[in-house]
């Protein structure tokens, strides 16, 4: 008996919007961890380099030529892109500068000789506005028209990559060209928590592509029912129990690793964390 199309289409809908959901929810929380510190054009090309190189990946594993009419095919990129994609350097194009626009300008003002006070030999101090070798001129330059002065300013100031020098004509002076948008220790954490959401996904990915004997633990425990008011009470509880695993978890691989590296040894791991409640999660404010 022949099935429903109409039904089979819809079930198909479903899926595809259950995907898309949860690749929101993923990129949502990366996202809230780069934005401010990397352009959505650089992140564009990060994006655009990886998806390239997966899917040639993906048609090799599957005994397929990754050919640039099918890498366009499974990307829904152009094949004018794929070749230029394949061709790029993707470490080249991300230099500093490139990463974010506050970085571009303070390059431009570093290394770009109209924007140099010749006989000190460093970045000149610009006057804030006017035409010309003037702050507002560097924005034009280096980031565009759309982007006001005061904008800019404020994140860099913000940042102490500049000072104003005030007077009867108030000046921008540059302190440092290097933008640090975040301090040394919110990178670290962002760093870590880059590392780990990928330390989970390859377990994951691993899962899908194992039978069940090679397959590797990969679950959480959750509850919709719990009490707000205890819940401070929990994660003193909690942290409690993930300690306790942690150390024994620490003396299992110690149990196994070599005493020194040597080629051909693995990287493995195993981690724990506690979610929900937090402020910054959306979905449990929309359940609550």
């Not at 590392?195 to 397959?215: D, F, G, K, Q, T």
């Not at 009470?233 to 620490?250: D, N, V, W």
Request: glycine share 6%; aromatic share 6%; proline share 5%.
């Amino acid at each position: 008996m022949s099935g429903n199309p109409l039904q089979a289409s819809g079930n198909s809908a479903m899926e595809s919007s259950s995907i898309t959901d949860a690749v929101r929810l993923i990129l949502r929380r990366v996202v809230r961890l780069l934005v401010g510190t990397v352009s959505y054009p650089a992140l564009q090309e990060i994006l655009k380099k990886i998806y390239v190189e997966e899917a040639e990946k993906k048609l090799l594993r599957s005994d397929s030529r990754p050919t640039k009419s099918a890498l366009a095919l499974m990307t829904g990129l152009d094949t004018r892109v794929v070749t230029s994609v394949l061709q790029s350097d993707l470490d080249s194009s991300l230099e500093p500068k490139n990463i974010c626009a506050e970085g571009s300008l303070l390059d431009m003002w570093a290394n770009d000789q109209f924007f140099q006070d010749e006989e000190a030999g460093k970045p000149a101090i610009l006057p804030l506005e006017g035409r010309g070798r003037t702050f507002q001129g560097l924005v034009l330059r280096s980031i565009g028209r759309n982007i006001t002065i005061k904008t800019v300013l404020d994140r860099l100031l913000a940042s102490s990559n500049i000072r104003l020098v005030t007077g009867i004509t108030d000046r921008a002076e540059m302190l440092s060209p290097y933008y640090a948008p975040i301090s040394d220790d919110r990178a670290k954490i962002t760093d870590i928590a880059l590392y780990e959401s990928s330390r989970v996904l390859s377990a994951v990915i691993h899962n899908m592509n194992s039978p069940p004997e090679l397959r590797v633990p990969q679950q959480g425990r959750w509850t919709i029912r719990f009490p707000a008011e205890r819940y401070k009470e929990f994660r003193k509880e909690a942290r409690k129990l993930i300690e306790k695993h942690i150390a024994e978890g620490e003396t299992l691989l110690e149990k196994f690793e070599d005493s020194q590296k040597e080629p051909g040894q693995l990287t493995v791991g195993f981690g724990w964390y506690q979610w929900g409640g937090h402020e910054s999660d959306e979905e449990s404010q929309s359940k609550g």
